[in-house]
């Protein structure tokens, strides 16, 4: 299989039929689960993964006492692959969290300031993916997931200081619609939105995050090869251009 | 990053540790600190000092870890308890975990793993005393260490920070630029051949922005270099002049 792969890959085909700059199939489910404050089932070709908000009161960190607070887990359920254990979430799972959430810190996609409460008390925003079917290219699917989860969540109500579940007061607070193209490079060449066999082949990744407004919010390296900076300026052009047909989906 | 703050970033064209916009800290990088590993370094930019060594190549178990036609390289970063404001707690956090990872894929990229089928390489980078960049600068140590201990190289790995405040672009970002500057990046690459293995950005920036800060990245990496090899050749003179 990897070989048969690696020989399309190197004619500068897939095997799917895809040239190296199209995204596979993407399918989204809105609020799959009802308990959720927001929740989204993505479909990427054969990966899954779903995102789920849940919002509870919480206290503000120190620095910065008027803002809402932003927490993003990811696992990898042993549902996904036969290569996943039960258990705490690895390297790859803690990276993948920690990509997601500066895609939306940074590009400061949700108002966290309108997640004040009062003195001492802020929402604080979970939230939480489960990678279901890792077929690959988590990233872009997970930050996708993120996203539509976000921008269909709704802010609980609050009586006497407590929740009020099943009740909301709004929506949550969404400015931007950040999305992320993961550029894989292969040879002299690159593509998008790879399957996990053309993961496997691929040993140079770059995520870029990408705003509305064509800023960049993060970008991480993934994999032991390497890029000159005009392939990263490549790329960036590439996950411009390619951001856009993510963000429409949102 | 890019939190809120009434701190002053930049006045009057200076930085608020005194530095001009491109001015590196001072740093130190002193070779072969730690005598029961293969190879060490320990290396300070301003108040950010780690130490790494190296062990390896050597055995490892349990075998199905191994790699039949290359060596593993595996790399564990931490920070002391004392190195930060308030004490960090020694077991491993995901920040540590994640860089932890990224350094790996910064450094395999380098080694001639090809040459030491079976084995494992293991790069352990402790943070001293913490005040920004403490990523880079433990990349910076990693590579002396890894050369120190004799493994072959393609090239070594020079690493740095850079920002931007306002329009001025900035580079080797101590601790309160780190937190709260717009936007921050941390690089790492073979200069020899303008190679990047480490790229990790986040805030605000167009395009543009994020490429000339790839060149201000690039012409301190080479900066770093120098001095890197300047460590080893005073390290390693005596050899053949004997």
């Not at chain 2, 920002?163 to 101590?174: N, P, S």
Request: hydrophobic fraction near 40%; charged fraction near 30%; aromatic fraction near 6%.
């Amino acid at each position: 299989m990897k070989n048969f792969v690696e020989e399309a890959l190197a004619q500068g085909k897939r095997i799917d039929g895809r040239d190296f700059l199209s995204f596979r199939k993407i399918e989204i489910v809105e609020n799959v689960s009802k308990k959720a404050e927001g929740s989204a089932l993505v479909k990427m070709g054969e990966t899954k993964v779903i995102a789920g908000v849940k919002m509870d009161i919480g206290e503000p960190f120190k620095d910065s006492p008027n803002e809402g607070i932003l927490i993003v887990n990811a696992e990898f359920s042993p549902i996904s692959s036969p290569n996943i254990e039960p258990g705490p979430p690895d390297e790859n799972a803690i990276e993948l969290a920690r990509i997601v959430d500066r895609v939306i810190r940074e590009s400061h996609s949700i108002d966290l300031e309108k997640l004040f409460i009062e003195e001492g008390k802020v929402w604080t925003v979970y939230v939480d993916l489960t990678v279901l079917d890792m077929k690959g290219n988590l990233v872009d699917a997970c930050v996708l997931s993120s996203l539509k989860a976000l921008w269909n969540a709704k802010i609980p109500k609050i009586e006497d200081g407590k929740i009020v579940r099943e009740e909301f007061s709004g929506k949550l607070p969404m400015v931007y619609k950040p999305v992320t193209v993961s550029i894989c490079k292969y040879n002299n060449n690159f593509l998008i939105d790879p399957t996990d066999v053309e993961e496997e082949l691929i040993n140079a990744k770059l995520v870029v995050g990408v705003r509305d407004d064509d800023k960049i919010c993060a970008i991480q390296k993934q994999g032991w090869g390497t890029f000159h900076i005009s392939e990263i300026e490549r790329c960036l052009d590439l996950a411009i251009e390619k951001s856009k047909e993510l963000r429409r989906l949102i | 990053m890019g939190k809120k703050t009434n701190i002053q970033l930049m006045v009057d064209g200076r930085r608020i540790d005194g530095r001009l916009p491109e001015q590196l800290r001072e740093i130190e990088m002193k070779i072969g600190e730690i005598e029961n590993a293969d190879g060490s370094a320990r290396v300070r930019f301003g108040n950010t000092e780690a130490l790494v060594a190296v062990y390896g190549p050597r055995s490892l178990f349990p075998k199905f870890l191994q790699e039949s036609d290359m060596a593993i390289l595996r790399v564990v970063y931490s920070m002391a308890p004392f190195s930060v404001d308030e004490r960090k707690n020694p077991a491993p956090d995901r920040r540590s975990i994640e860089i932890s990872k990224v350094t790996k894929d910064a450094l395999s990229g380098a080694v001639f793993l090809e040459e030491f089928p079976r084995t494992v390489i293991d790069v352990y980078e402790y943070i001293i005393q913490a005040d920004g960049s403490t990523r880079v600068t433990a990349i910076n140590a990693a590579s002396l260490a890894l050369a120190s201990a004799g493994i072959p190289m393609k090239d070594l790995v020079a690493a740095c920070s850079v920002g931007k405040i306002g329009d001025v672009l900035i580079v080797d970002l101590c601790g309160k630029e780190d937190n709260y500057s717009e936007s921050d990046m941390a690089v790492a690459m073979m200069p020899s051949k303008g190679l990047i293995t480490l790229l990790q950005m986040d805030g605000r920036l167009t395009k543009e922005e994020v490429l000339q800060l790839l060149k201000k990245a690039e012409e301190n990496c080479k900066k770093i270099y120098e001095m890197q090899k300047k460590a080893l050749l005073e390290k390693f003179k005596v050899v053949g002049e004997d």
